[in-house]
């Protein structure tokens, strides 16, 4: 019997608070509770975006789009021994030595299609072999890794000898394949200690391959990778893999947005 009194009258407590919160509801109270945490600039800019997520959005740096190498130069400088052919594709000469962009990058998005040849040549690190270094250090592995096994870490799509990618993403040797890179630029103490390592973000036609991963430093070919100390801004370079053959690379529609 208690029991049955006590629940009645909580009940009842229930009610009259509940009404009591009604009178008290005011939209113009909340509202300004709301505004409270509402930020209002800096409106961010307006960049129109392509028609594709390929094409190139209004803000980007256009680095190849079939017409010329302007943007390019030889690493170290002079003129780029890389050829475009009548289809408005630029294709590694082999011998003719890395190629890099006349300006220098640091953190950015970057979006670039390449291809690997048709007629399967070599294999393992020897066939489609090329790369993507950004800052000029670190490679973003670009190899025919479609049924061609070879060191994880050195496949496409791996940040070369430090990760592999999540999945192999490859589409067949001859068939236009996709990078979409968000890479963040390593930051330096004034003395040359690291302060921030470098990040990368990798796409391989359209599928995460690289989630943010740290980079641990140059890539070397040979022994464990380390920081050097070097500018903000850095070329970006695609590499003429000339140790051996079969590696007649091809790009297409590569653009960049500096962040
Ligand atoms: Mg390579």
């Not at 050097?228 to 003429?240: A, M, R, S, T, Y």
Request: aromatic share 10%.
């Amino acid at each position: 019997m208690k029991a049955h009194i006590f629940i009645i009258t909580a009940g009842a407590v229930l009610s009259v608070t509940a009404v009591k919160a009604q009178k008290k509801f005011n939209p113009d109270s909340l509202f300004k509770e709301a505004a409270k945490t509402e930020l209002w600039e800096p409106v961010p800019e307006k960049v129109t975006p392509g028609k594709t997520p390929s094409e190139a959005p209004s803000d980007a740096i256009l680095l190849f789009q079939g017409n010329n190498l302007n943007a390019w130069q030889k690493k170290g400088g002079g003129k780029p021994g890389w050829k475009i052919d009548a289809s408005g594709i630029m294709n590694v000469v082999k011998g003719a030595g890395d190629i890099e962009t006349k300006q220098g990058f640091g953190s950015c998005q970057l979006h670039i299609e390449w291809k690997s040849p048709a007629a399967i040549a070599g294999n393992g690190q020897s066939r489609g072999n090329s790369g993507i270094f950004f800052m000029g250090r670190y490679e973003l592995q670009v190899l025919d890794s479609y049924n061609n096994p070879t060191y994880v870490n050195g496949q496409a799509g791996s940040m070369y000898k430090q990760y592999a990618p999540l999945v192999n993403a490859a589409r067949k040797p001859g068939e236009w394949q996709s990078y979409d890179v968000v890479f963040t630029a390593p930051r330096f103490y004034s003395d040359g200690q690291v302060q921030e390592p470098a990040r990368i973000t990798v796409f391989h036609n359209g599928v995460l391959i690289q989630n943010n991963v740290i980079i641990k430093g140059n890539t070397e070919w040979i022994g464990a990778s380390v920081y050097k100390v070097h500018g903000n801004k850095e070329p970006l370079i695609l590499q003429d893999h000339g140790m051996d053959g079969g590696n007649p690379v091809a790009y297409r529609n590569i653009w960049i947005r500096p962040l």
